[in-house]
């Protein structure tokens, strides 16, 4: 299984950004998928996470209302839709998923993408 981010790039205070997560070597439709971030000097955040199914979907609070995470299985690819990007932000974003299928949140994940890099300048 292989996870790649991309999407990442420089913005100002109040811009937006979308982060793809392509997945090759498993059909996307029955994992759970979720969104992690790491600043410098920080450990690595939960940001949101999306249910094998779809339905189900978590955010952390600090982006709850300007982050939305969406699913194309069609196309086997993981979105996060980040808007009113501040500069407590700016992190390398990661993707992931896990084994373990028809899992409902991202509590463990087991293979995760190589990051993608977020740039917030206030």
């Known amino acids: 299984v292989q996870l790649q981010a991309y999407g990442g790039g420089s913005v100002q205070a109040g811009g937006s950004l979308r982060l793809s997560c392509a997945v090759a070597?498993?059909?996307?439709?029955?994992?759970?998928m979720g969104w992690f971030r790491q600043a410098p000097g920080k450990e690595r955040d939960f940001v949101a996470c999306i249910s094998a199914s779809g339905g189900t979907i978590y955010y952390a609070d600090s982006v709850k209302g300007r982050f939305t995470i969406s699913r194309d299985n069609a196309k086997n690819t993981m979105y996060l839709q980040m808007d009113s990007l501040q500069p407590e932000d700016a992190a390398v974003y990661y993707c992931a998923t896990q084994s373990n299928m028809y899992g409902d949140r991202c509590n463990v994940m087991d293979y995760w993408g190589q990051g993608t890099q977020v740039t917030v300048s206030s």
């Open positions: 070597g498993r059909t996307l439709r029955a994992y759970a």
